[in-house]
């Protein structure tokens, strides 16, 4: 079965940080793009960063750069995102995505524009003030 599932959410105070989890399962973990985006009540979701995990090359949305970090462990197919300096306003639920089949550029559309795109279940950050 071919599922992403997310863990590390939860509440926090501004300042603070937090480290998602998402565990992928039942496709080849290989050149793929896989990426984390959140979505707050009554806004669109939105990219918040992508990793290639065959190079290990990066890309993040301006919010966020300088203190959230995307990373992979190969070994163990899980994605993972730190979040530093949490502000309220990335209180958002939490979305891992990935496109399950090789490509050759990894970014937010990339993702989005894709027939075997997956998405896991989401995790719920609230960050309070």
């Known amino acids: 079965q071919v599922q992403l599932v997310e863990s590390g959410g939860g509440s926090v105070q501004a300042g603070g940080s937090l480290r998602l989890s998402c565990a992928a399962s039942?496709?080849?973990?290989?050149?793929?793009?896989m990426g984390w985006f959140r979505q707050a009540p009554g806004k669109e979701r939105e990219g918040v960063a992508v990793?290639?995990?065959?190079?290990?090359?990066?890309a993040y949305a301006d919010s966020v750069k300088g203190r959230f970090t995307i990373s992979r462990d190969n070994a163990k197919n899980t994605l993972y995102l730190q979040m530093n300096s949490l502000k309220p306003e990335d209180t958002a639920m939490y979305y891992c995505?990935?496109?399950?089949?090789?490509?050759?550029?990894?970014?937010?559309?990339?993702?989005?524009?894709?027939?075997?795109?997956?998405w896991g279940q989401g995790t719920q950050v609230t960050v309070s003030s």
């Open positions: 995505a990935a496109a399950t089949r090789g490509v050759g550029v990894c970014a937010f559309s990339t993702i989005l524009s894709r027939a075997d795109r997956i």
């Open positions: 990793i290639y995990t065959a190079g290990g090359r990066t």
């Open positions: 039942g496709y080849t973990w290989s050149n793929n793009c």
